[in-house]
């Protein structure tokens, strides 16, 4: 219990710390974390989320939006394959979207698109992630 909450604080330390170096400068990518979904389409607080990661993508500060969350209990798909399927429908293309369905929770959100980043993304050839959405 104890680690969960050191992590939880360190968690928005980073988000905070994050949040206060935001740039709009190009970048390789931006992770949007999962959040609610109804009924296969995105709450209000988790389409806000999409909508500005679409928005950065629109405006080229983005080469990349890889959306983290999995399937909850009473759910048919995982949230970052309805985020997936919310951005396809505004136009971003399916090359330019990746997916973690893992992730069942906020501290998961965010540790998980690390590994998946540093693994699939920046071995590749990509050197920077500095949106958290």
Same mark, same amino acid.
Do not use: C
């Given at each position: 219990?104890?680690?969960?909450?050191?992590?939880?604080?360190?968690?928005?330390?980073?988000?905070?710390?994050?949040?206060?170096?935001?740039?709009?400068?190009?970048?390789?990518?931006?992770?949007?974390?999962?959040?609610?979904?109804?009924?296969?389409?995105?709450?209000?607080?988790?389409?806000?989320?999409?909508?500005?990661?679409?928005?950065?993508?629109?405006? @080229?500060?983005?080469?990349?939006?890889?959306?983290?969350?999995?399937?909850?209990?009473? +759910?048919? &798909?995982?949230? #970052? =394959? %309805?985020?997936?399927?919310?951005?396809?429908?505004?136009?971003?293309?399916?090359?330019?979207?990746?997916?973690?369905?893992?992730?069942?929770?906020?501290? @998961?959100?965010?540790?998980?698109?690390?590994?998946?980043?540093?693994?699939?993304?920046? +071995?590749? &050839?990509?050197? #920077? =992630? %500095?949106?958290?959405?």
């Amino acid at each position: 219990m104890l680690f969960i909450s050191l992590l939880a604080v360190d968690l928005a330390i980073v988000i905070v710390s994050l949040s206060q170096n935001y740039t709009e400068q190009p970048q390789e990518a931006a992770i949007v974390l999962g959040a609610a979904t109804w009924q296969d389409q995105p709450s209000p607080v988790f389409q806000a989320r999409i909508d500005h990661a679409i928005n950065l993508y629109q405006r @080229e500060i983005i080469k990349k939006i890889l959306f983290t969350g999995g399937l909850n209990e009473g +759910k048919t &798909h995982a949230e #970052s =394959v %309805t985020a997936k399927n919310y951005a396809l429908n505004r136009g971003v293309p399916h090359t330019d979207i990746l997916i973690e369905t893992t992730s069942t929770t906020t501290i @998961e959100n965010y540790i998980t698109p690390i590994s998946y980043y540093y693994n699939t993304i920046y +071995k590749a &050839h990509y050197s #920077s =992630v %500095t949106h958290y959405i």
